[in-house]
């Protein structure tokens, strides 16, 4: 299993753990973390599933693809460079520890 520490907008810390292969998203909704809505399930039609992902961790993610980038336009709160939609991220070994911060809101 794949371990990630959410920060929570109020700061507060939520530890997941995911098989590899599931996204961030799946993980979190099936968690029950409530700062990822979500609402699109996953199809990259959305951006309610947008995280602030720690600097440390950026350069184990692949590069966000263009209908990512594309998605991230549309996310309610301000994007980072470290932005990324928790769709997107596949969770595989090398992801173990991963940390990733939930922004204020998602709308």
Request: net charge negative.
């Amino acid at each position: 299993m794949i371990k990630i520490r959410i920060i929570n907008a109020d700061q507060s810390e939520t530890e997941l753990s995911g098989a590899p292969g599931s996204s961030l998203m799946k993980v979190a909704v099936d968690a029950g973390v409530s700062g990822i809505a979500a609402d699109c399930g996953g199809t990259l039609t959305c951006a309610t599933c947008h995280v602030y992902v720690d600097p440390a961790w950026a350069d184990k993610l692949p590069a966000p693809a263009t209908d990512e980038s594309d998605m991230l336009d549309f996310a309610a709160a301000p994007v980072r460079p470290e932005s990324r939609l928790s769709c997107q991220i596949v969770l595989t070994p090398e992801l173990d520890g991963l940390v990733v911060t939930l922004p204020a809101n998602q709308y």
